[in-house]
C-alpha cells in the first residue's frame, strides 16, 4: 500500500484545511485509515480514525473540529479541519492498516497569524 498525502499550508488560527490521502496498491485489504501528527519536541499522536465501515474516532483535542472522512472507489481518505489553531501546528502523517501499518510522507500544517 502506497500512501500519497497533500492540502497542507500555512493558515490563519480560525481557519480550515482540509487534507487528502490517496491511497494505492493493495488497497482492498486496507482495514482502517487514520490521520497522525508530530509537533516539534512531541511525539506523533493520533488525531483520527476510520474504518472501513465507516466508523470514526478522534482525539479529544480535536473533537468538533476536525472530521475523517473516505471515499472508498477513490481509496482517498480525508481530515476537514475548522476552527484551527496554533497548537494544531504540526506534521500530519496518513496511516493505512492491513495486516501491516503503512504511511505516507507527512505534509505540514502551520497555523499562525
Known amino acids: 500500500v502506497q500512501l500519497q498525502a497533500s492540502g497542507g499550508g500555512l493558515v490563519q488560527p480560525g481557519g480550515s484545511l482540509r487534507l487528502s490521502c490517496a491511497a494505492s496498491?493493495?488497497?482492498?485489504?486496507?482495514?482502517?485509515m487514520a490521520w497522525y501528527r508530530q509537533a516539534p519536541g512531541k511525539q506523533r499522536e493520533l488525531v483520527a480514525g476510520?474504518?472501513?465501515?465507516?466508523?470514526?474516532g478522534y482525539s479529544d483535542s480535536v473533537k468538533g473540529r476536525f472530521t475523517i472522512s473516505r471515499e472508498n472507489a477513490k481509496s482517498t481518505v480525508y481530515l476537514q479541519m475548522n476552527s484551527l489553531k496554533p497548537e494544531d501546528t504540526a506534521v500530519y502523517y496518513c496511516?493505512?492498516?492491513?495486516?501491516?501499518?503503512?504511511w505516507g510522507k507527512g505534509t505540514l500544517v502551520t497555523v499562525s497569524s
Open positions: 496511516n493505512a492498516v492491513t495486516r501491516a501499518t503503512y
Open positions: 476510520i474504518t472501513s465501515g465507516g466508523s470514526t
Open positions: 496498491g493493495s488497497i482492498s485489504n486496507i482495514v482502517t
